[in-house]
């Protein structure tokens, strides 16, 4: 007899065996794009001749870095970019987008959101509805924001006649992940016909994607559809649960000279920064992320196939094509997005004894809950489930480092709920 080594519910049992036979065939596309994204990073490594001298730390200034300045062509090459910057000097995915915003904008320039209101945390980055000393509203950069339309899907007229009304937009800003907001994540195809739409007024502006959660979910990347800058977390998606800190940036080779202008001092740039002994686990975490963002993908599924079998919205659906690795789970109240983060904290192979509670978390407006007991403090790519205590009361699920743990983690939220009485099994 198999040994059971968490206590779940015989029924809650049934309704999983059930959730994963319905997920088959959105397991079996996401085997395909990670095979085909993991083939696409090895064949980079391989070109660029990646050897253990690139793992070399250095010190002080951390001129001629081999390796990290091996590991920006690499990136690039992967991410179908001219050029590109990965450090962990980069504080975070808020820090990396901030370099790029600070680095092609100007006072008197134009930021233009066609996505609807960023994350939470660029608020005071941008300045425009919470003042804050340093932001890009201080240095007299405006900012202007175009609604999704009624569908939740970004409104191509509306963002042309944005454009044409103010000829001091220089940066088109694209969030691909939904934020704390219920709305669909942009798929590549989307994100091509936003920039489409775009070049048709201007050629000039910058495009710059928030690419955030979404690093290898498709197997294109936004600077293959014409992007001219993107960004990006290290303990999200790209790091794959291995790089312990970090950020990147993928663009043209203008766009990405600024930005490591902003990264640095002026001048100096990117020659400047030592690796420290970080650049091993920057290059594993990149070689593994393909692999990894399949099986934060399959768990996803997974939620998404379980929780609709308990009778909950979620989005996406189980067989919904996906753009990033966030499941959303409209829990209908707090007690119960309460409970949902609890279990799933119950699952975590890192302070699963730790009960998480609602807080006022630096960067956002709403008390938030958060179950994550990861390696990597934040790594969003370690399964994690977060949420503001605001309608719809949605958890935003994401990661997994494997399938077959994160599985666990989501049915004890699942357990969690029943335990509380307020699941009907």
């Keep these: 007899m198999e040994r059971t080594f968490f206590d779940v519910d015989p029924r809650l049992t049934e309704v999983s065996e059930r959730a994963e036979a319905a997920a088959k065939e959105a397991f079996q596309r996401i085997e395909e794009i990670t095979e085909y994204n993991q083939q696409k990073v090895l064949s980079a490594y391989i070109r660029h001749q990646v050897s253990e001298t690139h793992f070399v730390p250095t010190t002080g200034y951390?001129?001629?870095?081999?390796?990290?300045?091996?590991?920006?062509?690499?990136?690039?090459?992967?991410?179908?970019?001219?050029?590109?910057?990965?450090?962990?000097?980069?504080?975070?995915?808020?820090?990396?987008?901030?370099?790029?915003?600070?680095?092609?904008?100007?006072?008197?320039?134009?930021?233009?959101?066609?996505?609807?209101?960023?994350?939470?945390?660029?608020?005071?980055?941008?300045?425009?509805?919470?003042?804050?000393?340093?932001?890009?509203?201080?240095?007299?950069?405006?900012?202007?924001?175009?609604?999704?339309?009624?569908?939740?899907?970004?409104?191509?007229?509306?963002?042309?006649?944005?454009?044409?009304?103010?000829?001091?937009?220089?940066?088109?800003?694209?969030q691909r992940s939904r934020g704390y907001n219920t709305r669909p994540s942009l798929s590549i195809e989307w994100i091509e016909k936003i920039i489409k739409a775009v070049r048709e007024i201007r050629e000039d502006v910058v495009v710059f994607?928030?690419?955030?959660?979404?690093?290898?979910?498709?197997?294109?990347?936004?600077?293959?559809?014409?992007?001219?800058?993107?960004?990006g977390s290290l303990i999200k998606n790209p790091g794959g649960g291995i790089a312990e800190n970090g950020g990147y940036l993928c663009g043209t080779k203008e766009c990405i000279e600024q930005c490591?202008?902003?990264?640095?001092?002026?001048?100096?740039?990117?020659?400047?920064?030592?690796?420290?002994?970080?650049?091993?686990?920057?290059?594993?975490?990149?070689?593994?992320?393909?692999?990894?963002?399949?099986?934060?993908?399959?768990?996803?599924?997974?939620?998404?196939?379980?929780?609709?079998?308990?009778?909950?919205?979620?989005?996406?659906?189980?067989?919904?094509?996906?753009?990033?690795?966030?499941?959303t789970v409209m829990l209908e109240n707090a007690d119960n997005l309460v409970a949902f983060c609890q279990g799933m904290q119950k699952?975590?192979?890192?302070?699963?004894?730790?009960?998480?509670?609602?807080?006022?978390?630096?960067?956002?407006?709403?008390?938030?809950?958060?179950?994550?007991?990861?390696?990597?403090?934040?790594a969003s790519i370690e399964l994690s489930a977060d949420a503001p205590l605001r309608e719809p009361f949605a958890a935003y699920m994401q990661g997994g480092l494997n399938y077959h743990s994160g599985k666990i983690g989501v049915l004890l939220a699942a357990q969690s709920m029943l335990d509380k009485g307020f699941l009907n099994l």
């Excluded at 928030?210 to 992007?227: H, I, L, M, S, T």
């Excluded at 699952?347 to 699963?352: E, I, L, N, R, Y």
């Excluded at 730790?354 to 006022?360: A, G, H, L, Q, S």
């Design 209 to 231: 994607v928030d690419n955030c959660y979404g690093e290898f979910v498709e197997k294109r990347e936004p600077n293959q559809v014409g992007a001219d800058l993107i960004a």
């Design 62 to 174: 951390g001129y001629g870095d081999r390796g990290r300045d091996a590991l920006d062509e690499i990136l690039a090459d992967i991410m179908g970019a001219e050029d590109a910057l990965i450090r962990h000097s980069i504080v975070s995915g808020t820090h990396a987008i901030t370099i790029a915003l600070f680095g092609i904008l100007r006072p008197g320039d134009t930021l233009l959101a066609v996505t609807g209101a960023p994350y939470d945390t660029l608020e005071k980055v941008i300045g425009h509805t919470q003042p804050c000393a340093g932001s890009l509203a201080e240095y007299g950069v405006k900012y202007s924001q175009v609604e999704l339309n009624e569908q939740e899907l970004p409104d191509l007229p509306a963002i042309q006649a944005a454009l044409k009304a103010d000829p001091a937009v220089k940066m088109v800003h694209i």
């Design 347 to 378: 699952g975590a192979p890192v302070d699963a004894y730790v009960v998480p509670e609602p807080w006022d978390m630096p960067g956002y407006t709403s008390p938030v809950i958060m179950a994550a007991g990861a390696f990597t403090m934040g």
């Design 260 to 327: 490591s202008y902003r990264m640095t001092t002026p001048g100096l740039g990117r020659e400047v920064g030592a690796s420290l002994g970080h650049n091993r686990s920057l290059y594993m975490g990149l070689f593994q992320a393909p692999h990894v963002v399949g099986e934060a993908l399959k768990t996803a599924v997974y939620a998404a196939s379980l929780f609709s079998e308990l009778g909950y919205g979620v989005s996406p659906s189980v067989n919904e094509p996906r753009a990033d690795i966030i499941q």
